[in-house]
């Protein structure tokens, strides 16, 4: 067994190889200006959004459709598996609380602060809302990585920490439309984790938010990985 491989696909997107070299893709963004595609050839065996922005899965979650053709299993909320089904991909829809295995890999739904809607595009400027969330991940080696999704800070992140204890955190720190980094260190405190990974961010100027000011804030271990960039766990 090899080690959790994980990589920036560029804003939001995170691209994790676990250490059975199961793929799991969340939030990819393949329209993103910071968009940097993994070498081939690509393997897709899991698709784990964490709402429904365009910024996160394309204008009616292309990226998604385009990645469950290619082979994976898409999990997200119930109403996302909805919208999805009417594309012709069969999701597991599930909620909050509900935990979900899939190629090996754990995936609890878990709480965030934010909007969720998917952009539509036939009819003008519109969307569909259907919730957001974030990921607890438990790897086949027993990591666990709280993949917070696009979220604020909120107090119920102790009870991700009480409950799962992860050692890594992925969290959002641009600003505007997440929280910032001095709250993004607000919440690696709140959860506890030894290491977090930066996303979110510099992909437009409004995106204000840096790793370096985030270091500032906590005495976790902050990995600010470029664009394409592979760090292991």
């Not at 996160?56 to 919208?83: I, K, P, Q, R």
């Not at 829809?93 to 595009?121: D, Q, R």
Request: one cysteine or more; hydrophobic letters at 40%; a negative charge.
């Amino acid at each position: 067994m090899s080690t959790l491989r994980i990589t920036r696909l560029g804003h939001g997107g995170v691209l994790y190889r676990s250490p059975n070299d199961k793929w799991l893709w969340v939030d990819r963004w393949s329209g993103a200006p910071t968009y940097v595609p993994p070498p081939e050839p690509w393997q897709v065996d899991v698709v784990a959004p964490t709402h429904g922005h365009f910024d996160h899965v394309g204008d009616d979650a292309t990226d998604v459709v385009e990645l469950a053709n290619a082979g994976g299993t898409v999990v997200c909320s119930h109403e996302m598996s909805l919208y999805l089904g009417e594309k012709g991909v069969e999701a597991v829809g599930m909620n909050k609380g509900g935990t979900f295995e899939a190629a090996g890999i754990g995936l609890t739904m878990v709480h965030a602060e934010h909007s969720g809607a998917v952009t539509l595009t036939g009819g003008g400027p519109t969307s569909r809302e259907v919730g957001c969330w974030g990921w607890v991940l438990e790897f086949e080696d027993g990591t666990r990585v709280y993949h917070t999704g696009d979220t604020d800070l909120f107090g119920d992140m102790a009870l991700v920490r009480d409950r799962w204890a992860p050692s890594i955190a992925v969290l959002p720190i641009g600003g505007h439309f997440t929280m910032g980094p001095a709250d993004a260190a607000r919440a690696v405190a709140v959860i506890g984790a030894q290491t977090v990974i930066p996303v979110h961010y510099a992909t437009f100027p409004i995106l204000a938010g840096t790793p370096a000011e985030l270091q500032a804030g906590t005495r976790a271990k902050v990995v600010a990985l470029e664009p394409g960039e592979t760090w292991e766990a």
